[in-house]
């Protein structure tokens, strides 16, 4: 199944959307999996959260981080059925076909994949607090 590049043409247009990135451990996640255990995790994650016809919390059943495949459902619009419905055409209050499902995962993978293929997103830098005896304050007495 192809995805559009129509479809994230229009994904970009949208400011809430765009600003959705692979962090540097959804990234390193992603690379070190690989393609079949994503598209195992994502069917998975779509066949239990979106596609019932109601699902359980419609609207919030989608964290915001801890997954790539959380952070593709914001970044294309397949989080809700909501916005399956408005952004993917797919009706709400009926269960996902087989072939609806597979189409969501396709267009998840077909977003981390355009991230993997970007260059690693910086790690995170943790400061740690400085030591007892390195307090600049202390070196001033």
Not at 86 to 112: C, D, M, R
Request: proline share 9%; hydrophobic share 35%.
């Amino acid at each position: 199944m192809n995805v559009s590049d129509d479809l994230f043409t229009r994904l970009a247009r949208s400011p809430f959307r765009q600003r959705f990135r692979l962090g540097r451990a959804e990234y390193d996640y992603a690379v070190s999996k690989g393609e079949p255990v994503l598209r195992q995790h994502a069917a998975a994650f779509v066949a239990q959260r979106l596609a019932p016809a109601q699902p359980e919390n419609d609207g919030k059943q989608t964290p915001m981080r801890g997954h790539p495949v959380f952070i593709a459902q914001h970044a294309t619009a397949t989080c809700c059925r909501g916005c399956l419905s408005k952004w993917h055409n797919i009706g709400q209050f009926q269960p996902l076909s087989a072939e609806q499902q597979a189409y969501v995962v396709t267009v998840l993978l077909a977003w981390i994949t355009r991230q993997r293929d970007q260059p690693a997103p910086p790690a995170r830098v943790t400061r740690t607090p400085p030591e007892k005896d390195d307090d600049p304050q202390l070196a001033l007495w």
